[in-house]
């Protein structure tokens, strides 16, 4: 059940018509931006803490979609490259060894050590205490693992960290931590390096899962497919849809339990509910703001090499921020746009109450842009107990 007349709510794909209508309150783009319908423009705020603005090709949702048998109906293709800025600049994160060596990101003898540090990621197992090298994930910190501070340890771990003297530089944790480990803030590097490794190995084995040019896969025509294929599932096996229902009101019993949702007078039975925080205001909490641009553009970004799609990761370091912006940008290679037309989208954790302005840094990476709009959206999370109530509520999504 659905306020919507669309299927998936803020997780949608707006044809152009619907854009406009959704940003400017009129129904009539300019001629020259092409079809409506060639248009799917998401709609689901993105914050990297949150969702990637691409999937990881070997991440835990795509393995949720190929286990349910949603990819009968998603069509799915691979991310041109993945980019990281640092010092005013665009540089591409390499994706083979050639493009390591070749990558202006660290000096010669910088990319040796580091290459040890990524040696020591990729041969490690959780389950093989050889691959660990005497070294404990789950007390030795982030921090601790990538640098080299040998007065913090003492023993065998003083013994070990003098013999790898990884003793990283700073701007190559920087964009360890942000552009492979994908972390948009730098909390990570005090916390147990377990979870860290396990990050970089993802981004690693994605990597290799499609041998492209990043590790990220993105769906034909949108996000918006997501749900809209989950739906498809759903009605193979009798479930039902119903949109454009007004005024939803979930219902409950004496004691606390969901047993239905009612609109127009109508009430559909059931004894659980997954819904998004406005339909249940009273059991979330708000926890932040993300802020968003969405630009419609005539060319790729520049400097990713002409990219019909592309992802640039700006670590919050670079821009003197609490956490990190994102762009990325995707085209008519992905069926969200005519041919010759592309959509970019520049997304941050709000940290000012001006969108305009926070957003700049990204927005001044795009050029010239045909459209511009701005938006932002109040994160909430839940503060039910979802086995009292058999409400299960998502999060990020403004009420």
Not at 136 to 151: F, P
Not at 165 to 175: A, P, Q, R, S, W
Not at 271 to 296: E, I, T
């Amino acid at each position: 059940m659905d306020r919507n007349d669309y299927y998936g709510g803020e997780s949608t794909s707006l044809n152009l018509v619907q854009l406009w209508k959704h940003f400017k309150g009129n129904d009539k783009p300019p001629e020259q931006l092409g079809t409506s319908r060639e248009y799917n423009v998401d709609m689901i705020p993105k914050a990297c803490k949150f969702n990637l603005f691409f999937m990881m090709a070997n991440g835990s949702l795509v393995r949720i979609l190929i286990h349910t048998g949603v990819t009968k109906y998603l069509n799915f293709k691979a991310v041109d490259g993945s980019y990281v800025y640092k010092k005013k600049k665009i540089y591409k994160v390499p994706a083979t060894d050639v493009e390591a060596l070749k990558s202006p990101l660290m000096g010669l003898f910088e990319k040796r050590r580091a290459r040890k540090f990524f040696i020591y990621v990729q041969d490690y197992d959780e389950n093989d205490p050889k691959s660990h090298e005497k070294l404990d994930l789950n007390k030795v910190t982030a921090k601790e693992l990538i640098s080299y501070y040998g007065s913090q340890f003492t023993g065998p771990v003083l013994l070990i960290f003098q013999c790898r003297k990884y003793g990283l530089e700073d701007d190559t944790i920087d964009f360890i931590g942000h552009a492979l480990a994908l972390h948009n803030e730098d909390s990570y590097l005090a916390q147990p390096a377990l979870n860290f490794v396990k990050r970089m190995k993802l981004y690693a084995e994605s990597l290799a899962r499609f041998q492209g040019g990043s590790p990220y896969i993105y769906p034909l025509y949108g996000l918006g497919e997501l749900p809209q294929a989950f739906a498809r599932l759903s009605a193979v096996y009798g479930g039902t849809y119903m949109l454009n229902k007004p005024e939803c009101k979930v219902e409950f019993d004496g004691d606390g339990k969901v047993i239905g949702v009612t609109s127009e007078g109508e009430t559909a039975k059931c004894n659980k509910v997954v819904c998004d925080p406005s339909y249940l205001s009273d059991k979330v909490k708000k926890v932040g703001k993300v802020a968003r641009a969405v630009c419609v553009m005539s060319h790729p970004i520049p400097d990713t090499n002409d990219s019909h799609s592309a992802q640039v990761i700006l670590p919050q370091k670079q821009l003197g921020r609490k956490s990190d912006m994102y762009v990325f940008c995707c085209s008519y290679a992905h069926n969200v746009a005519p041919k010759g037309k592309y959509i970019a989208f520049v997304s941050a954790e709000a940290e000012t109450d001006n969108p305009e302005q926070e957003l700049k840094p990204g927005v001044d990476l795009l050029g010239s842009v045909d459209e511009i709009f701005y938006d932002t959206y109040d994160r909430y999370v839940p503060t039910n107990d979802h086995q009292a109530d058999n409400c299960f509520i998502s999060a990020v999504r403004r009420l």
